[in-house]
């Protein structure tokens, strides 16, 4: 059980994923990615916290690939 789908969460679950492991991830908002989410505004798209990741390269390709924009886009 993965508690919260921010950045830990989402990159454990990504983990886990990959290793074909059983698990779920709750979320107590309507949204994922925590501080680092992407909100609706009309015809806009806000990015409300963090913009640059602070961590090492392989992280940030984990990052990349899983807070990608569903049509295709990267966060
Ligand atoms: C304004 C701001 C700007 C920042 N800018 C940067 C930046 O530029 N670069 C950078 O590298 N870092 C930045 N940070 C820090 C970065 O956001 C954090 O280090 C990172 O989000 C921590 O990830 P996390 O997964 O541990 O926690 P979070 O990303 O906070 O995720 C926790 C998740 O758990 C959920 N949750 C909490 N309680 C429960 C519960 N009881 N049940 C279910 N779900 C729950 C929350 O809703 C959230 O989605 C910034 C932070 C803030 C606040």
Do not use: W
């Amino acid at each position: 059980m993965i508690l919260g789908a921010g950045q830990a969460g989402m990159s454990a679950a990504s983990k886990l994923l990959n290793n074909n492991a059983n698990f779920s991830v709750f979320e107590r908002e309507n949204i994922i990615c925590g501080p680092a989410k992407t909100i609706q505004y009309r015809l806009f798209s806000l990015d409300i916290g963090p913009h640059i990741m602070c961590i090492k390269s392989h992280v940030d390709e984990i990052a990349i690939e899983i807070f990608k924009e569903p049509g295709g886009g990267s966060a």
